[in-house]
């Protein structure tokens, strides 16, 4: 018999209040039940988890914390082939960045270039006969200045965006 009902049978409280007391300790076992329930569903969902034939639930002894060894989990993650993906991802957006920003240079350009004409060769009105060992050399000189920096610019902020949104 519980507290409240001795109350009760002995004309301490009214019927309200008896019927308040029931009606609070059969939500209190409703609580109860649903929380066992749900101890069930999470004990059945990591047995599926870690594929075992053994029902898991949670422990009751305190638990202690897990020191992890940083140099183990970077070594795995080096590892990954997902990682190392990204990795190469990003190193190549890196040298299609310098690519791009090297295009807004100037270009230089030298040229050489040796030829031999062997025969005869009429040279401002007289005739001449070259052999192997007559050489004609020539030298280019060039500049090219880029004049237009839009698209190159733009290409440019790609590149970054490209590597940041890897990076992250």
Same mark, same amino acid.
Not at 57 to 69: A, F, G, H, K, Q
Not at 125 to 151: A, E, H, M, Y
């Given at each position: ?76 993650? =080096? ?10 991802? &990003?190193?190549?957006?890196? +040298?299609?960045? *310098?690519?791009? $920003? ?41 500049? =090219? ?10 290409? &440019?902020?790609?590149?970054? +965006?490209?590597? *940041?949104?890897? $990076?992250?």
């Amino acid at each position: 018999m519980t507290a409240y009902e001795i109350r009760y049978k002995a004309g301490e409280t009214k019927k309200l209040e008896y019927m308040a007391a029931c009606s609070q300790q059969s939500d209190i076992r409703n609580r109860i039940v649903q929380t066992c329930k749900d101890i069930d569903i999470c004990s059945n969902r990591m047995q599926t988890l870690i594929n075992s034939s053994e029902k898991i639930y949670p422990s009751i002894e305190r638990l202690e914390p897990i020191v992890y060894n940083t140099t183990t989990v970077d070594n795995a993650a =080096s590892k990954n082939p997902n990682v190392a993906l990204a990795m190469q991802q &990003i190193e190549n957006a890196g +040298i299609e960045y *310098k690519l791009e $920003s090297s295009r807004m240079l100037p270009d230089f350009k030298i040229g050489f270039s040796s030829q031999t004409i062997r025969g005869t060769q009429d040279v401002g009105g007289i005739t001449r006969t070259f052999g192997t060992g007559d050489r004609f050399n020539s030298i280019q000189f060039g500049v =090219s200045v880029p004049l237009f920096f839009s698209s190159s610019k733009s290409k &440019i902020k790609v590149l970054i +965006i490209k590597v *940041k949104n890897k $990076s992250c």
